[in-house]
Nanobody, 117 residues
Framework: QVQFVESGGGLVQAGGSLRLSCTAS????????MAWYRQAPGKQREFVAG???????TYTHSVKGRFTISRDNARNTVALQMNSLEPEDTAVYYC???????????WGQGTQVIVSS
């Protein structure tokens, strides 16, 4: 079963930047479609950005132009560069395979992002 370890979160002022990283423990990382998700307090976990095994990328509307997802198959990592952060981006961020949130397993601990106004 694949395990994910997220890192890079922290406290940042509005307008600032953070770079999140996720490492996957699997030998088949290069064929996985990967994604970042987030869960804000009192809200359901939601899709943020995805990257397929052919580097096709999608973003949720609210982060387009501000966030950039990338992957390094040699290191089994997927990153999320977050610029122009807004207080609404405050959440715990998770990586996982790309798919319906309710059907995904093997969630890691996530990494907390707090954006102060």
């Amino acid at each position: 079963q694949v395990q994910f370890v997220e890192s890079g979160g922290g406290l940042v002022q509005a307008g600032g930047s953070l770079r999140l990283s996720c490492t996957a423990s699997t030998s088949i990382f290069s064929i996985l479609h990967m994604a970042w998700y987030r869960q804000a307090p009192g809200k359901q976990r939601e899709f943020v950005a995805g990257i397929t095994n052919r580097d096709s990328i999608t973003y949720t509307h609210s982060v387009k132009g501000r966030f950039t997802i990338s992957r390094d198959n040699a290191r089994n990592t997927v990153a999320l560069q977050m610029n122009s952060l807004e207080p609404e981006d405050t959440a715990v961020y998770y990586c996982n395979r790309q798919g319906p949130v309710d059907m995904l397993a093997s969630w890691g601990q996530g990494t907390q992002v707090i954006v102060s106004s």
